[in-house]
Nanobody
Framework: VQLQASGGGLVQAGGTLRLSCAPS????????MGWYRQAPGKQRELVAR???????NYAGSVKGRFTISRDNAKNTVYLQMNSLKPEDTAVYYC?????????WGQGTQVTVSS
């Protein structure tokens, strides 16, 4: 299974972006889907994740600005990012947890200019 992420880009501070992530190849029930990010010189960190039942967790730094959602039928997860800040600049990785296996997307660059 490969996860294909899209939607990154360059945006000014205060702007918006929407990331999408969907699996290619075999599809099966992915229990938890989410987004992580990694800025240069920093560790990868959780941004948001959502279970198939709709339970959601956000990092404190994005709460109130980012919204995660998913389409269970398509195993697709979205991340609506509003009020972007320069500190949101990072490579964003899609993640999917199915059973005991964790799958990662290839990463999409988000750059927020001041």
């Amino acid at each position: 299974v490969q996860l294909q992420a899209s939607g990154g880009g360059l945006v000014q501070a205060g702007g918006t972006l929407r990331l999408s992530c969907a699996p290619s190849g075999s599809t099966f029930s992915i229990i938890i889907m989410g987004w992580y990010r990694q800025a240069p010189g920093k560790q990868r960190e959780l941004v948001a994740r959502i279970s198939s039942g709709g339970n959601i967790n956000y990092a404190g730094s994005v709460k109130g600005r980012f919204t995660i959602s998913r389409d269970n039928a398509k195993n697709t997860v979205y991340l609506q990012m509003n009020s972007l800040k320069p500190e949101d600049t990072a490579v964003y990785y899609c993640m999917g947890l199915a059973g005991v296996n964790t799958y990662w997307g290839q990463g999409t660059q988000v750059t927020v200019s001041s």
